[in-house]
């Protein structure tokens, strides 16, 4: 009948039995002071009672320990509202303030840096640019030479001959083509060409046609777009000499 | 959403940008439990605000210190309040300064309920006695003492800000306890019973 009744026991109660029945003094010390402590464990809980009923010495130990947890308590009560002083939080909000204050300029230097390193870049990529077109320009220019000596001149030995580009030019004696336009921008190159004086009337010059085979040395004003702007004769043949 | 509502890794992620409102909402919430743990571990308000200070000094400079994954900010700044705790400690071993607690007025919590003036000073007798006994144990069972009794941890917790196991914690909160009923037996000379684990 007896061992009926405990087969139909939950298995948790007979193991608190178990505890129970097993909790001795030693236990009792490192664990039955636990038992009024909201995370003990209920069966340990459980077993301290039981030992402390039966036990006079333990229950002595646990008296005192309730009175002791009763001062803690009180010291604990006295000691609730308790909290740093103010001049601490003071202190740390200045510490924080002259952190931020710092990191500030640091902010900006590193954004002020950031921006003439991106400066700098931009610069070195507009002057390689530059160079490039301008290669680019002197090859093309070049061409243009040729094309342009080809189309002058009557001789295409001649042209081979005698065009040369100068690297600067007197804009006082150059005679502004018709039709074109001055680019004012610097870039315009020098073509000395020696072509037959009748050719100049293609590019809308009178020309005198008793003379129009003669040979004559030629300054072109040449634009950007390697398009003749002015010309220039050579001392023995002004362009008064042209128009005669 | 109030600053108080959100989560302490958003309020620190804020305080290192510099926002004070977020960085006081931190100090606000631990300072207090910080300072307690500091006050009954050294029994100097001094160097409690010493400690909570530093403490929140680490939180602003280094605050890569502090690591989400590995705990809570409340264990972490109590990892850092226990080490500089055990540094004073160590150069002030037996340092008791219980007449500076005296001394000023708010440490002193006057209870609600009505007593008689034999009554009160019977209490504040009681809790200089316990307080006594409790900076007179060793740091490490003073320490289980002042998480587990005073400041209510669970072993949880305890263990969490102490760094240890729950084990250790246990154990030194058995110590301590017995050490702590040897004392206070010893101080009001009525022992009631033979000292088990003060033995």
């Known amino acids: 009948m007896r061992h009926a009744a405990q087969a139909q026991e939950p298995s948790s109660l007979r193991t608190v039995r178990k505890v129970v029945a097993m909790m001795d003094c030693e236990e009792f010390e490192l664990r039955g002071l636990d038992l009024d402590r909201a995370d003990a464990d209920p069966q340990e809980a459980a077993a301290a009672a039981k030992h402390a009923e039966i036990c006079g010495r333990c229950s002595a130990m646990l008296e005192s ?5 009763c001062d803690l308590r009180l010291l604990r009560e006295s000691t609730w509202l308790d909290s740093a002083p103010a001049r601490v939080e003071m202190r740390l909000k200045q510490e924080l303030r002259t952190r931020r204050e710092a990191r500030g300029p640091h902010r900006t230097a590193v954004i002020a840096s950031g921006a003439l390193a991106a400066a700098a870049v931009v610069v070195a990529s507009l002057g390689w640019m530059q160079i490039h077109h301008k290669a680019e320009k002197s ?10 000596g080809d189309m002058l001149a009557t001789s295409p030995n001649e ?4 065009v040369r580009l100068a690297a600067d030019f007197d804009t006082g004696e150059f005679t502004q083509l018709p039709g074109s336009l001055s680019s004012g921008t610097g870039d315009e190159s020098i073509l000395q060409v020696r072509m037959q004086r009748g050719a100049l009337e293609r590019y809308g010059l009178p020309v005198d046609p008793e003379r129009a085979s003669e040979l004559v040395d030629v300054d072109f004003l040449v634009g950007e777009d390697g398009q003749p702007l002015a010309v220039r004769l050579h001392q023995d043949t002004q362009i008064a000499a042209v128009t005669q | 959403m109030k600053i108080l509502d959100e989560k302490p890794d ?11 409102q977020a960085f006081l909402a931190l100090y606000q919430k631990h300072q207090s439990a910080l300072y307690r743990y500091a006050l009954r571990m050294t029994g100097s308000q001094w160097a409690a605000e010493e400690v909570v200070q530093d403490v929140f000094l680490v939180l602003i400079r280094e605050p ?34 219980l007449d500076v607690m005296n001394a000023d007025g708010s440490a002193w919590y006057e209870p609600e309920d009505p007593l008689t003036p034999m009554m009160i000073a019977e209490k504040r007798e009681r809790i200089e006695q316990v307080r006594e006994a409790v900076l007179g144990l060793p740091a490490e069972f003073r320490e289980a003492v002042v998480l587990c009794e005073l400041e209510e941890m669970s072993y949880q917790e305890a263990a969490s800000a102490c760094g240890c196991p729950i084990g250790t914690i246990r154990s030194r909160l058995h110590r301590g306890r017995a050490l702590l009923l040897a004392k206070l037996e010893l101080l009001r000379d009525a022992p009631r019973r033979a000292s088990a684990g003060a033995k």
């Open chain 1, 159 to 162: 042209n081979e001959n005698d």
């Open chain 1, 139 to 148: 090859v093309a220019a070049e061409s243009k030479i040729v094309a342009t």
């Open chain 1, 65 to 69: 320990w309730r009175e002791v947890k």
């Open chain 2, 64 to 97: 890569q210190k502090y690591q989400a994954a590995r705990g809570e900010l409340g264990a972490f700044l109590y990892g850092v309040a226990r080490n500089r705790v055990m540094k004073h400690l160590e150069k002030t071993p037996r340092e008791l300064s």
């Open chain 2, 10 to 20: 958003a309020l620190l992620k804020r305080a290192v940008r510099g926002d004070e």
